[in-house]
């Protein structure tokens, strides 16, 4: 059975960090009235008196008419028909366990880049089988994108995913428009996991330019990383994809190359030399490509793909291995 939004849908933001900021700061922009979750005192009281969140984007300025910000989870989800996840992965289960209303009559819509620690599924899978919820009421809301650029009106192409092209196009209905362009696609799997693992690659491309490798050698290790996602889910999940357009080669290259990228910064500190600890507390944000690290290579234990990129990152971040020695290593393994 089919799960059909209606046109006159509601939305709900979970999570007050840059991505969901800039979400809610788009849906507002196009007029929608947005619940929005926010179990942070600090940034709750900046947004019901100042309209702007005081931690993530603090120059966006929303119109209170079109906000209804709370820290009742459960009153934010049973307002809303669609409802949009936009957390730390690490923090999902945190964020949503306060929750007892049901999701059973909800369209949930994955906006987070990473894996479920500890579950080692991605946001996706771990919504349909803990909630018992549908594929075919499951969606992404995927880039490549940063907020900062999204949320000052640099031109970005976004794309919605769906099992259902005419949900996915109800979805991205209510973010279209100013220098937002879409793009609709059914490849949950695909999109998702590639969302993942440029996360990884993006680290590995910090750590490159932190010993200092060059631009030709960052052009071969990103070529690779991409050739090393299209085997992944090919491998694991084959359909017909073409993972050369931008929801999957577009999002690895802004990460990897993005002076924006969280992953590509704590890539780069690791390369200059700091400890892995040192480096994790040493960003402000969370890098979703450390939890990836470790759950992509759990998850292809199953799978038994030739990682050689994704297995380089994790022994650096889980196994004590030296940065240098490792890319020095990898440089063989790359064409």
């Known amino acids: ?22 979400l809610v700061g788009l849906l507002t922009a196009n007029g929608q009235q947005v619940g ?29 008419s079109r906000l209804r ?12 028909d669609i409802v949009i996840l936009a957390t ?12 007892t209303v049901s999701l059973k009559d909800k369209f949930i819509v994955s906006a987070i880049k990473g894996i479920v620690p500890g579950d080692y599924q991605t946001v996706v899978e771990y919504i ?17 994108s940063h907020a900062e650029e999204v949320s000052r009106g640099k031109l970005s192409y976004l794309t919605v995913v769906c099992t259902d092209p005419e949900n996915a196009r109800l979805i991205g209905s209510r973010f279209a428009g100013g220098n937002i362009r879409l793009s609709y696609s059914t490849d949950l799997y695909g999109i998702e996991y590639a969302a ?4 990884i690659y993006a680290l590995a491309v910090g750590m490159a330019v932190g010993l200092g490798y060059g631009d030709n050698f960052l052009a071969v290790l990103i070529a690779n990383s991409a050739g090393e996602m299209t085997r992944f889910l090919e491998e694991s999940y084959p359909d017909r994809r073409n993972t050369q357009v931008s929801a999957y080669l577009g ?28 480096a994790l507390n040493e960003m402000t944000m969370v ?14 234990t199953r799978h038994r793909v030739e990682m050689p990129i994704a297995e380089m990152v994790h022994r650096v971040l889980y196994e004590g291995a030296s940065p240098r020695r490792e890319m020095q290593e990898l440089t063989t393994k790359l064409i």
Not at 88 to 99: E, G, V
Not at 287 to 300: P, Q
Request: glycine share 8%; aromatic share 12%; net charge neutral.
């Open 1 to 22: 059975m089919e799960y059909k939004i209606g046109t006159d849908a509601r939305c709900a933001v979970i999570g007050y960090g840059s991505w969901a900021t800039a």
């Open 251 to 278: 999002d690895l290259l802004v990460t990897c190359y993005s002076t924006y990228s969280r992953n590509r910064r704590l890539g780069l500190l690791i390369g200059h030399g700091c400890t892995v600890k040192s």
């Open 88 to 99: 730390p992965s690490a923090y999902l289960k945190d964020f949503l366990a306060p929750l």
């Open 128 to 144: 349909h089988d803990h909630y018992s919820l549908s594929y075919k009421q499951l969606g992404l809301f995927t880039g490549p």
């Open 196 to 199: 993942i693992l440029k996360n």
């Open 287 to 300: 890098a979703e490509g450390y939890f990836a690290a470790d759950c992509i290579r759990h998850i292809n």
């Open 69 to 80: 910000p709370s820290d009742d989870l459960d009153a934010v989800v049973q307002g809303a």
């Open 36 to 64: 929005w979750y926010v179990r942070n005192a600090e940034v709750l009281a900046s947004l019901r008196t100042e309209g702007r969140n005081p931690r993530y984007l603090s120059d966006l300025e929303f119109d209170p």
